[in-house]
C-alpha cells in the first residue's frame, strides 16, 4: 500500500509538472505577398505529431520543452527553422513569412570591364518572369541598336505607365546630362517583380575634382546648411611586406600639435582608406596633420592631400585573409516610401539570395534596420547580424510603408541603431550598410549626423545610400558627403523603369543606367573582393566604364611597374584608377602628346585601370595586370 502511494505520488507530480510547463504556441504563416498561407506543415524538431496551418495561415502547437526549434514547409515553399522561446509564447503577433522555392541560374561570367553587362537571371516559381530582352505578348516592346554607340533604345509600356530607355539627355536647372542605358529589361505582368527597378550610380571618388566644383558652386547652399565639406581628403594606401593589400588596418589623421585624432579609418578590400581633416568646417584649412597606421612606428610627418598624391605606408607583417562579410540594410518604411517599397523589398531579397549563395566559401552575416519617423507606431525596428538568410528575409517581408507626413525623417535615430546596436565585427573584410530612403535626416540633427559618420568611418563601415522617388537636392547632397566620409559610394533609382513617383536627376556630367538587381551585387562584389594571399583571383571585379574607345595600348601588360601608354590621337585626360574605379593618380597631358611612360610599381599587386577622356569629352579604359 505503502508502495502504491509513492507511485501514485510521483507520477501525480510528473503529470503536473508536464501540464504546467507545456505552452500554447499561437502563429501565423502568410506567403511573401502577405496573403495566408494555408495547409503548412509546421513540428517542432524530432517531433512525430505535425499540425497542419488553417485557412488563414493561423496554428496552434503545444510546446514540452522551451526553447525548441518550430519546422514549417510545404510544396513549393522553401522550408524554414524558427527557434522559439518563452519570449515567443507572449507574443501576439508571431507571423512567420514562407518564401516561395527559388531556381537559381548560374552566374555570368565576369571579366574585364563589361562585369555584369547583363542581369543575372533568377527565374521565381510561379510568378511568370520572363527572360531578359523579352516580354509578354500584352506587353509592348522595341529595341533598336545603334553598334557604333554600344547602346540601345527601347520602349516599354508597363501598365498605363510608358518609359522610354535611351541615350540622350535630360536637364536639371538648365545643364545638360547623358545618360547611357545598358541592360536588357525584363517586364513581368504582376505587380510586383525584381528586375524591374532602375537606377544609377555617381562614385564621387572617380571623378573628384568635379565634386570639389559642384561642393562650391551647385550643393554650397547644402554643404553650408550640413555643416559637411568633404574636401580636406587624404587618401592612405597600405600594403603588406609581400606586395599585397593591408585589408582591416586602423588608420588615424591625427592634429599635428596636440595629437588628437581628427579622423579615424579602417582600410577596404583594397588596402585603402580615406581621412579628412576637419569636415564639419571651413576654418583651419592649413591645419598641420599627421597619419598613423595602429601597431606601426612609421608616420607621414606630412601627408599629401589627394590633390598632391597618394599616402603609402608598407607593413612589417605579411597578408592577412579575412573570410568574414557583414551586409546591413537602413531602410525608410514611412508612408512616402509606398511606391516603391514592395519593389525594393523583393530587390532585398533576390539580391541577398544571390549573394549568400554565391559567396558561400565566406562567413556571411546579414541584418536590417526599419525606420519611420518620431510619432509614428515605431521609429526603428531591427533584426540583428545573422547568417541565417531565411530569418533575415522574414523580417523584410513583414515590414509595410507608413506614417511620416513631413519630409525629413528619423534618419539620424536610424544611423545610430544601425551603427551602435547591429554587432559590427572587428575584423571584417568588409562591412557594408546600405541605406534606401528618399528624405533626409531632421533640421538640429546636424552634428548628430556628422558624429555618426565618423563613429562608422572609424568602424570601418562603408555607406552606401539609395535614393528613391521623391528625394530633393539636400537629400543627394546629404548622402553624397556620407558615402565620401566612409569610402562608399552614391545610388539612386532613375524614371526609366516606369515605377514610383519622379526621381531627380544627380548632378553630375553622365552616369549609366542599370538594373539595381544588376547594380547592388556589382557594388557587393567590389566591396568584398580581396586577394588570397596566396595568387590573384581569375574573377577580379572591374568597375563598369565604357570600352577602350580609342583603342590605346599598355605594354608591358602584365607589369612588373613600368609601363608605356600608346594612342593614335592626344587626350584630354589620363588617370589611374583601381578596379573599383577609384582614381589614384593623374598623368600630366599636353595637346600633341601621343606617348605615356608611368611606374605604378608602388601599388599592390592587382588589376588597375587606365582612365582617359578624348577631346571629345569621351570617356574610355584599359586595364593593366600589375605583378610583384
Not at 322 to 336: Q, Y
Amino acid at each position: 500500500m505503502k508502495n502504491f502511494k509513492n507511485i501514485y505520488f510521483v507520477l501525480l507530480l510528473l503529470t503536473f509538472s508536464l501540464t504546467s510547463y507545456s505552452q500554447m504556441i499561437n502563429g501565423r504563416v502568410i506567403n511573401e505577398r502577405g496573403k495566408a498561407a494555408a495547409n503548412i506543415s509546421v513540428k517542432f524538431t524530432n517531433k512525430a505529431n505535425t499540425i497542419s496551418t488553417n485557412k488563414d495561415g493561423s496554428f496552434k502547437i503545444m510546446a514540452t520543452k522551451l526553447p525548441d526549434t518550430l519546422i514549417f514547409s510545404a510544396e513549393g515553399y522553401e522550408s524554414y527553422k524558427v527557434i522559439v522561446t518563452e519570449k515567443t509564447v507572449k507574443d501576439p503577433d508571431f507571423s512567420i513569412v514562407l518564401l516561395t522555392k527559388r531556381e537559381k541560374s548560374s552566374d555570368p561570367t565576369v571579366e574585364g570591364a563589361g562585369f555584369l553587362e547583363g542581369a543575372e537571371m533568377l527565374t521565381m516559381a510561379g510568378r511568370g518572369l520572363v527572360s531578359a530582352g523579352t516580354v509578354s505578348s500584352s506587353d509592348t516592346y522595341t529595341k533598336t541598336s545603334d553598334a557604333s554607340k554600344h547602346k540601345e533604345v527601347s520602349t516599354v509600356s508597363y501598365g498605363k505607365i510608358k518609359s522610354t530607355r535611351a541615350m540622350g539627355s535630360a536637364s536639371d536647372g538648365g545643364k545638360s546630362k547623358t545618360y547611357y542605358y545598358e541592360d536588357s529589361v525584363e517586364v513581368a505582368k504582376d505587380q510586383y517583380e525584381t528586375k524591374l527597378l532602375t537606377a544609377g550610380e555617381v562614385n564621387d571618388f572617380s571623378k573628384w575634382k568635379m565634386w570639389e566644383d559642384y561642393t562650391d558652386k551647385d550643393f554650397a547652399t547644402y554643404s553650408n546648411y550640413w555643416k559637411l565639406f568633404a574636401k580636406k581628403r587624404y587618401c592612405v594606401q597600405v600594403q603588406t611586406n609581400n606586395y599585397y593589400a593591408a585589408i582591416g588596418q586602423k588608420v588615424y589623421l591625427l592634429d599635428a600639435n596636440t595629437l588628437d585624432t581628427v579622423w579615424q579609418a579602417i582600410t577596404d578590400n583594397t588596402g585603402k582608406s580615406e581621412l579628412w581633416g576637419r569636415m564639419n568646417t571651413t576654418t583651419s584649412q592649413n591645419n598641420n596633420y599627421i597619419i598613423v597606421c595602429e601597431g606601426e612606428s612609421v608616420k607621414i610627418k606630412t601627408p599629401y592631400l589627394f590633390h598632391e598624391g597618394i599616402n603609402r605606408i608598407t607593413l612589417t607583417k605579411s597578408c592577412v585573409a579575412r573570410n568574414n562579410v557583414e551586409i546591413a540594410f537602413v531602410v525608410d518604411a514611412t508612408g512616402s516610401m509606398g511606391d516603391e517599397i514592395e519593389y525594393l523589398k523583393l530587390e532585398l531579397e533576390d539580391v541577398l539570395t544571390k549573394t549568400f549563395n554565391r559567396y558561400n566559401n565566406l562567413e556571411l552575416k546579414a541584418s536590417a534596420v526599419f525606420y519611420k519617423d518620431r510619432g509614428d507606431d515605431y521609429v526603428t525596428k531591427h533584426i540583428n547580424f545573422n547568417n541565417d538568410l531565411l530569418k533575415m528575409l522574414n523580417f523584410i517581408k513583414l515590414q509595410q510603408a507608413g506614417g511620416g507626413g513631413d519630409m525629413p525623417e528619423a534618419l539620424d535615430a536610424a544611423l545610430e541603431v544601425a551603427i551602435d546596436s547591429l554587432s559590427w565585427s572587428s575584423d571584417a573584410r568588409a562591412k557594408i550598410m546600405f541605406v534606401v530612403l528618399d528624405a533626409p535626416a531632421h533640421d538640429g540633427t546636424q552634428n548628430k549626423i556628422y558624429s555618426l559618420i565618423q563613429k562608422a568611418a572609424a568602424k570601418g563601415i562603408r555607406i552606401v545610400p539609395i535614393v528613391c522617388s521623391g528625394a530633393d537636392k539636400n537629400t543627394e547632397f546629404l548622402m553624397r558627403s556620407v558615402a565620401l566620409a566612409t569610402n562608399g559610394t552614391y545610388l539612386f533609382l532613375t524614371n526609366h523603369s516606369g515605377v514610383g513617383d519622379k526621381h531627380i536627376e544627380p548632378t553630375t556630367d553622365a552616369y549609366s543606367v542599370e538594373l539595381l538587381n544588376s547594380l547592388l551585387p556589382r557594388i557587393i562584389q567590389q566591396m568584398i573582393y580581396a586577394n588570397t594571399c596566396v595568387e590573384q583571383e581569375k574573377s577580379e571585379p572591374i568597375v563598369k566604364t565604357n570600352n577602350n574607345i580609342l583603342n590605346i595600348k599598355v605594354s608591358p601588360n602584365p607589369t612588373k611597374g613600368q609601363v608605356t601608354i600608346t594612342t593614335t590621337k592626344p587626350l584630354k585626360e589620363i588617370y589611374i584608377a583601381d578596379f573599383t574605379g577609384k582614381i589614384l593618380m593623374r598623368i600630366p597631358v599636353n595637346i600633341k602628346q601621343t606617348s605615356w611612360s608611368i611606374n605604378i610599381a608602388h601599388f599592390p599587386a592587382g588589376t588597375y585601370i587606365v582612365k582617359y577622356v578624348t577631346t571629345e569629352n569621351k570617356w574610355g579604359a584599359e586595364k593593366i595586370i600589375l605583378v610583384h
